[in-house]
């Protein structure tokens, strides 16, 4: 998972992680957590981040550099 990637989209958007959190439906410390790598996101919360930063899930995984 490369973390910094989200962190990056994040901020990219202007977006607190608690906005984020909320789009997500989980609290903002479970996000941190996401952020941090300290917990794994599960598939369908990954798939509404690529939908939300118009991107692929390999691309917010590290997979490829390709938007």
Known sequence: ?????????RERKGKSQKEIADLLEVKQQQYSKYELG???IPIEKL????DYYETSIDYLVGRTNQK
């Open 47 to 50: 798939c509404k981040l690529a």
């Open 38 to 40: 300290i917990n794994s």
């Open 1 to 9: 998972m490369n973390i910094e990637r989200l962190k990056m989209m």
